[in-house]
């Protein structure tokens, strides 16, 4: 009874406070344009493009292959995009070759599930752009993944904690912060299915491309255990006056994890070269974009 209670009140909260979902999720184009968009903000909250310039980029959990476009835009000389969702690397492909076809050649997108596209290569930067919190076995997959990075190569993550104010990546139902903290996890999924008819999850972790829980602490632990050295971390990067509120009101106790609504950061190798692996990328599971930013 209870149980109806609550899918009743979500339902009500999300028809008061409606999200932002896209009416047409079948047209990938326009999230291709948002994630143009989105990447500029990403490299801005992470001090600037300087580091794209004559960079072998790695995008894990691509989604669009919008990021990897962006990189060789702003210098790159290569950018290479992997995610586990072929639908999309299928329009990636078509998209940028069709639209960019000046800089194609530049880019080359695959599914994730394989490490043999890049499994002799090395990398200037690898990056996590919304795509960390996705990842079933972080400390697994960013154990081998570190290993393609060229001597003094840097991975460059970006991503909302889970307990930020729309963590559990909601705000396509509803406007509501917090709500994943709010509302009981099974209450959630039942109100999901109506807005998601063709990823029936029963839990965070089955939604279409997954959800690792990261939470500020567990990030900053996994990060400390790759042995890579802390060049930059910040929460609430960006310039909006909300940005501004939380990283005063992230300072207070036990403000960390809800007050967080993103973490950025850079982790660099030493100059030393690191080991190849055959098997890096195919411990990468699940890497997806479930929402554009």
Not at 39 to 53: C, D, I
Not at 95 to 121: F, H
Request: hydrophobic residues 40%.
């Amino acid at each position: 009874m209870m149980d109806h209670i609550l899918v009743a009140l979500l339902k009500a909260v999300c028809r008061l406070l409606p999200g932002d979902d896209h009416p047409d999720r079948s047209d990938y184009a326009p999230y291709f344009g948002s994630g143009l968009a989105s990447s500029a903000r990403f490299f801005e909250r992470l001090g600037g493009v300087e580091r794209l310039k004559d960079a072998r980029v790695l995008d894990i959990g691509c989604g669009f292959g919008e990021t990897c476009v962006y990189a060789v835009e702003q210098g790159a000389i290569k950018a290479v995009g992997l995610d586990s969702d072929g639908e999309r690397i299928d329009f990636a492909r078509s998209y940028i070759k069709k639209c960019y076809p000046d800089i194609a050649d530049q880019v080359e997108l695959y599914i994730a599930d394989t490490s043999q596209p890049v499994e002799n290569q090395r990398f200037d930067l690898i990056l996590f752009k919304d795509s960390f919190e996705h990842i079933a076995e972080p400390e697994k997959a960013l154990a081998e993944i570190v290993k393609l990075l060229a001597p003094g190569g840097a991975v460059a993550i970006g991503n909302p904690p889970w307990k930020s104010v729309y963590g559990g990546h909601t705000n396509f139902m509803t406007s509501l912060p917090w709500l994943h903290l709010i509302f009981p996890e099974r209450v959630v999924m039942k109100v999901r299915l109506s807005y998601r008819p063709d990823d029936p999850a029963t839990c965070y972790e089955e939604v279409r491309g997954g959800m690792n829980r990261m939470t500020v602490a567990k990030f900053k632990n996994i990060m400390a255990a790759t042995g890579l050295h802390e060049e930059f971390f910040a929460l609430n990067q960006g310039t909006r006056p909300v940005h501004r509120v939380l990283r005063l009101l992230s300072k207070l106790p036990f403000g960390r994890e809800i007050f967080a609504a993103n973490m950025y950061g850079v982790w660099r190798a030493n100059e030393e070269v690191r080991s190849s692996s055959r098997d890096a990328v195919s411990r990468v599971e699940g890497v997806t974009l479930t929402e554009v930013e």
